[in-house]
């Protein structure tokens, strides 16, 4: 693998059921986030990780987790589904979480909740 | 509260130049990025900057006003595969991105 790559694809889930998004990165970044993607909104940041063992909340924290047990993985889960985290989730990683530095996207994963 | 602000949708001719602007209101600077987002698809690096002036980069510049809060990027010599959506973004001072919801830009032949 190269870059990024998110587990599904896409999914449709009934309200109420636990799902996780997975996140794998081959560039050994350092820093990891988690996006949601609305029509016409922006990008919002969901979590984030600067480094392996430490995580933080961005701008739409709840009804979302994430974890961070190493480098390369940083899943995302939804512990209990309501259909307004109806979405298109990216997950995105950086070399240091530096401002200069480039976020690079995952090809995302679209999810509706029933 | 943040507010970043961009054209919904523009249309252009291929061959044609096009301006797509972005201004800002945030708490504190540090860095404006431009990135290109076809549809379905990631986004993907374009441009940043970080001090007032143009960047260029190929048929690509970017140039930003930090005392204007204002940034556009100049698309030169369009082609039918820069139909895209151009999201700017800005590093506020708590280091993250706040991102504007896009210009789909729409090239006609």
């Known amino acids: 693998i190269a870059g990024i790559t998110q587990a599904p694809t896409s999914q449709i889930l009934a309200a109420g059921r636990r799902m996780t998004l997975r996140c794998t990165q081959d560039?050994?970044?350092?820093?990891m986030y988690w996006y949601r993607q609305d029509l016409g909104l922006g990008l919002r940041l969901i979590h984030y990780?600067?480094?392996?063992?430490?995580?933080g909340k961005g701008e739409v924290p709840d009804g979302y987790s994430v974890s961070r047990a190493n480098t390369d993985d940083f899943p995302l889960t939804l512990a209990s589904a309501v259909p307004s985290q109806t979405s298109v989730y990216f997950c995105?990683?950086?070399?240091?979480?530096?401002?200069?530095?480039?976020?690079?996207f995952g090809p995302g994963t679209r999810l509706t909740v029933l | 509260g943040q507010n970043i602000d961009q054209p919904t949708e523009m249309t252009a001719t291929e061959g044609a130049i096009v301006q797509i602007n972005c201004t800002y209101q945030?708490?504190?600077?540090?860095?404006l990025f431009w990135y290109q987002q076809h549809a379905g698809e990631a986004p993907t690096f374009l441009s940043y900057?970080?001090l007032d002036g143009l960047e260029e980069k190929g048929r690509f510049s970017s140039f930003l006003s930090r005392s204007k809060g204002y940034s556009y990027l100049l698309l030169k010599e369009l082609q039918m595969k820069d139909s895209a959506s151009y999201l700017c973004?800005?590093?506020?001072?708590?280091?993250?991105?706040?991102w504007g919801a896009g210009t789909k830009l729409i090239i006609k032949p």
């Open positions: 995105a990683s950086s070399e240091s979480g530096g401002a200069e530095d480039t976020q690079y």
């Open positions: 560039m050994r970044h350092n820093a």
């Open positions: 990780s600067n480094t392996a063992g430490t995580t």
């Open positions: 945030t708490s504190g600077f540090n860095g």
């Open positions: 900057n970080v």
């Open positions: 973004a800005v590093w506020d001072s708590n280091y993250q991105l706040i």
